[in-house]
Nanobody, 117 residues
């Protein structure tokens, strides 16, 4: 079992920045990728960014590229999402996701990000 705990959400003005963190605990030695997803009110959950845990290679949804940066610290097993130039449409609950070798997948409880105009 793996538990994912997000932190760092909050209220920010448009144009501002926030950094989300996600700390996994439990069986983490077989992590393949970690990712961020988000879900705005009344909308389906959507993909934001993914990082391959071993290599550090990253992938982004088109709508966040050049504004968001996903990174990880393998010494502390922490996943980050640095968000810049935030827009009101970025308002959502942001979820941390991990996929492990063997196909296991886990989700965090979510962290609210609210961007005011």
């Amino acid at each position: 079992q793996v538990q994912l705990v997000e932190s760092g959400g909050g209220l920010v003005q448009a144009g501002g920045s926030l950094r989300l963190s996600c700390v996994p605990s439990g069986r983490t030695g077989d992590m393949h990728t970690m990712a961020w997803f988000r879900q705005a009110p009344g909308k389906e959950r959507e993909y934001v960014a993914r990082i391959w845990w071993g290599s550090g290679a990253a992938d982004y949804a088109a709508f966040v590229k050049d504004r968001f940066t996903i990174s990880r610290d393998t010494t502390t097993n922490t996943l980050y999402l640095q968000m810049r130039s935030l827009k009101p449409e970025d308002t959502a609950v942001y979820y941390c996701n991990s996929i492990h070798y063997g196909g296991y997948e886990y989700w965090g409880q979510g962290s609210q990000v609210t961007v005011s105009s």
